[in-house]
């Protein structure tokens, strides 16, 4: 096992921080949806479409800080081409996505925001440059889907036209390799989440595995507490 930078220190001006670990079609952005949806000062942070959202912004209207200091060229040539970041610019832009969350539930005077970022760390380095940045985190889920069924969501999804088998099975792979490494560096904060069974179910399951979680952070169950029937 990799050994950290530097020790790290908890950074109370954050948010706290969970991250959201999975394969590709394991259900990540749905349950996490549903957890930001059931809890007020619950956000969800796909880093994923937030890249994308980034990708589609006039170059005009942004500066290198935007992407984690490329600039605007190089940050969508590195996308389009489904090239990895590098662990700086990620970790750059997660923060700055971070400090957005905290500025929005201050200015909608929620306190206690708790951020679910989903897609991040990617690899060991992100570990170490994000546990030497913000501290450690707050807790992991880890959504554990069989590899057939997760190929299966994932195509049936298609985000992107390009999406393909071949691209599932990089992706797979890279997740195989990698998250097994980050999981058991966080394996006394990880929460483990099966993801095979349907929707509903897989819901129920997952709102009682976290729950214990939410109520250590102090999340505020929202108004939609009857629909989602959180107990």
């Known amino acids: 096992m990799a050994a950290p930078l530097a020790q790290p220190t908890t950074n109370?001006?954050?948010?706290?921080i969970i991250y959201i670990l999975g394969a590709p079609g394991a259900g990540k952005e749905t349950l996490c949806k549903?957890?930001?949806k059931a809890y007020t000062n619950v956000y969800h942070l796909s880093v994923g479409d937030h890249?994308?959202?980034?990708?589609?912004q006039d170059s005009s209207q942004s500066t290198s800080d935007s992407f984690g200091g490329l600039d605007h060229e190089t940050f969508t040539e590195r996308m389009q081409q489904r090239q990895l970041l590098p662990t700086d610019t990620i970790v750059a832009i997660?923060?700055?996505a971070l400090k957005a969350?905290?500025?929005?539930?201050?200015f909608s005077e929620i306190s206690n925001p708790i951020v679910l970022v989903d897609?991040?760390?990617?690899?060991?380095?992100?570990?170490q440059l994000a546990d030497v940045r913000w501290g450690l985190p707050d807790g992991v889920f880890f959504f554990d889907c069989p590899r057939q069924l997760a190929e299966a969501r994932f195509l049936e999804r298609?985000?992107?036209a390009d999406d393909s088998v071949e691209i599932f099975r990089t992706r797979y792979d890279e997740f195989d390799r990698l998250d097994g490494e980050i999981v058991t560096m966080?394996?006394?904060?990880?929460?483990r989440i099966s993801t095979e069974t349907g929707t509903e179910e897989t819901w129920k399951a997952f709102r009682n595995s976290v729950k214990e979680v939410m109520v250590r952070l102090g999340a505020t169950k929202s108004d939609t507490l009857d629909e989602m029937d959180i107990d």
Request: proline fraction near 7%; charged fraction near 20%.
């Open 12 to 16: 109370p001006s954050r948010p706290s």
């Open 34 to 36: 549903l957890l930001a």
């Open 51 to 56: 890249l994308r959202h980034l990708q589609s």
């Open 94 to 96: 997660v923060d700055a």
């Open 101 to 106: 969350v905290s500025d929005t539930a201050s």
């Open 119 to 127: 897609g991040f760390p990617r690899s060991i380095r992100s570990v």
């Open 158 to 160: 298609k985000r992107s």
């Open 186 to 191: 966080y394996s006394h904060i990880v929460v």
